[in-house]
């Protein structure tokens, strides 16, 4: 994991949001100390294949704006990060860096 090699706390995978505004939700990365929720999204995710599932791509970023709406009241930061940052070490430190992930 990336994280890992650039010497950050790791952070928990696939945690649960239960019944948050009548829905559960899982996020990809969450730091429990700080409260901090972190995902991971390819562009994949709003403009084609299963993940669409026959929704308009709008309505897809809108559902999604939707749920992170949800989930920031129950967290001190959300932050999202794509392929291009993550597959760079530097940019991914830096990323990390400036958005307060601790390191390990």
């Not at 990336?2 to 010497?7: A, D, E, K, P, V």
């Not at 700080?34 to 309505?59: M, Q, S």
């Amino acid at each position: 994991m990336r994280i890992f090699q650039l010497g950050f706390e790791v952070p928990e995978l696939q945690v649960p949001f239960l019944n948050v505004d009548g829905s559960d939700y899982w996020v990809d990365y969450y730091w429990r100390r700080i409260r901090k929720i972190g995902e991971f999204d390819g562009k994949h995710k709003y403009t084609r294949g299963r993940v669409l599932a026959g929704r308009n791509p709008g309505e897809v970023v809108w559902q999604e704006k939707r749920r992170e709406d949800a989930l920031r009241r129950h967290s001190d930061s959300f932050d999202r990060w794509d392929w291009d940052t993550a597959f760079s070490p530097t940019l991914f430190h830096r990323f990390l860096s400036e958005r307060g992930v601790p390191r390990a």
